[in-house]
């Protein structure tokens, strides 16, 4: 997903050289007149609309997760669904086509209405029909949703799909109001959001947002009764507004060298976890020499994997062996390759077998994202590398993010550097995206399908059956050996070159509770709590306020 699926999110780092506490923090909303018990949340993550049928970032999606309720969600501090607006995991049938789900009842959105089987229904057919950035995700593998009892849905497949549960607990299928919202093609509400969570909406400005506590919750109520999220506009700003109380949480995004920094601090809490993101080359299969399987395969052997989570981030970052990270079942490191002769003499010798050498070097084109800062200084690092150490030379091509997007596809670009964040919390979403095509061939490479959308026109008849098997079995270790045999071939085929895994990290201030990343990489923003002053400080206040 982008920050994606499909999350094109990037990790958020901007320049190293940039000087911490160099800009005056912007102040935070409601100053004047701050509940002490408040928590305000910094960011400087933007957020476009809160309609859940469209609403395709990281942070988004969190915020949705504060205000929504989806059929499952994650039990707390693991990757196990558990049901959330059902009462138990669905009932499939043995075909693997026909989920039925049995709803909660006594549920009520932030409006008054009444929760059910129809509202579920329209909530996910309105997701697939208004035509979202997200409706994909359900379109392209709903056959037909339907109410077959008041608290009863049942959800048609157009085939089989394994993961289908984990798909149903993604931030944007969270229950709408039928009173409050639409169904139809563009018939979007980018700054309302009328649901059933623990938090309602009660504004949605330009630099702000503000929640409330939603008392008809029918779980446990939110810890904090007021919660507010504070948009600000650069990581500059957001460190010094921590440092100095304005803010009491800190989210997406700091840049290492602030990171580093806080770790020292004794008054700062720091919470840090494997992250989800995984950034990676694209390789197009369909642009000489890179049509060549041996030129992408000495590419991957010559990437300087641990200089860049050195280097650039600080060892703030992961090496990435995989499309899939290394924390979800099914990882396998097909990218680690050791001992004799060593990656680069192999990569010299491939190169070689390609007719590239000294004298007659391999010549590339290096694509990034120029409104990503971090990005220069990994192609800079990959660019000296390679050609130091191979008969490589390559031009390093900077555009913007929507030019980019808008040309992936149309073949123009033969090396680019991106990232993908999960849609759902499954190694399938890590593969099926990358790897699958509709309509293709091994000579013309994919012609209609995801691999054409990621820019590499990868096309494998044996990826495509390995996938559908996959998604087909009821088999959990079958299921996890299939996803292996797929990572083995992206390692041989090299359409795509994993490089490094993020780390999540939310920063608060000594005197909040609650503060968690989930192995899923939600914050869950409900959790947060002032902890109360000391009676001791409490009187002292109370004498000065009063003498």
Not at 69 to 86: F, S
Request: charged share 20%; aromatic share 12%.
């Amino acid at each position: 997903m982008p920050q994606g699926g499909s999350s094109w999110q990037w990790f958020g780092w901007v320049l190293l050289f940039l000087v911490v506490g160099c800009r005056p923090p912007e102040p935070p909303p409601f100053v004047e007149a701050r509940d002490p018990n408040q928590i305000i949340i910094g960011t400087t993550a933007k957020v476009s609309t809160l309609d859940p049928a469209d609403a395709y970032t990281v942070f988004a999606g969190n915020v949705l997760m504060a205000l929504g309720d989806r059929l499952y969600t994650y039990k707390p501090g693991t990757t196990e669904l558990q049901p959330q607006l059902a009462t138990a995991l669905p009932n499939i049938s043995a075909d693997g086509l026909t989920y039925r789900i049995s709803l909660r009842q006594g549920v009520v959105f932030h409006d008054g209405e009444p929760f059910n089987a129809a509202a579920m229904v329209f909530s996910l057919r309105r997701f697939m029909e208004n035509g979202g950035r997200p409706s994909f995700l359900l379109k392209n593998i709903v056959a037909d949703i339907q109410a077959t009892g008041p608290y009863e849905l049942t959800i048609r497949l157009q085939k089989p799909f394994a993961p289908f549960p984990r798909l149903l607990a993604f931030s944007g299928l969270c229950a709408v109001s039928p009173k409050a919202y639409s169904i139809g093609p563009g018939q979007f509400q980018p700054r309302t959001f009328v649901g059933t969570g623990p938090y309602q909406l009660v504004h949605f400005g330009s630099d702000f947002l503000k929640l409330k506590r939603f008392p008809r919750y029918w779980g446990p109520p939110p810890a904090s009764a007021q919660l507010d999220i504070q948009f600000l506009t650069s990581s500059a700003n957001l460190y010094n507004a921590l440092q100095t109380g304005a803010i009491d949480v800190a989210y997406q995004f700091l840049e290492p060298t602030q990171i580093l920094e806080l770790q020292k601090r004794d008054d700062i809490q720091v919470i840090s976890s494997a992250g989800t993101g995984i950034n990676y080359l694209t390789l197009n299969r369909n642009q000489p020499p890179l049509d060549r399987r041996e030129v992408r395969q000495a590419l991957a052997l010559a990437m300087p994997r641990e200089l860049i989570q050195q280097r650039v981030f600080q060892n703030l970052v992961e090496p990435a062996f995989s499309l899939v990270p290394s924390t979800l079942p099914g990882y396998q490191p097909v990218f680690r390759i050791t001992g004799n002769p060593s990656p680069i003499e192999r990569a010299r010798t491939l190169l070689a077998q390609a007719g590239f050498n000294p004298t007659q070097p391999l010549q590339l084109d290096l694509w990034y994202r120029s409104n990503i800062p971090s990005q220069i200084q990994v192609v800079s690092t990959i660019k000296a590398v390679l050609e130091r150490d191979l008969p490589v030379r390559l031009n390093l091509q900077p555009v913007d993010s929507t030019t980019a997007y808008q040309n992936l596809e149309k073949g123009i670009y033969p090396v680019f550097l991106l990232d993908w964040y999960p849609d759902f919390l499954d190694a399938d979403n890590y593969l099926e995206p990358f790897l699958s095509c509709a309509k293709g061939s091994e000579a013309q490479g994919c012609l209609e399908g995801s691999s054409r959308t990621f820019g590499s026109f990868y096309y494998s008849a044996k990826a495509n059956d390995l996938i559908a098997r996959s998604r087909r079995t009821t088999d959990p270790q079958q299921r996890l050996v299939l996803l292996g045999e797929l990572q083995k071939l992206l390692a041989q085929d090299v359409p795509y070159i994993p490089l490094w895994q993020n780390r999540g990290f939310v920063f608060a201030r000594k005197d909040v509770q609650g503060v968690r990343l989930e192995p899923t990489q939600t914050f869950p923003f409900w959790l947060l709590k002032k902890i109360p002053p000391t009676p001791a400080i409490q009187r002292r206040e109370s004498s000065v306020s009063y003498s």
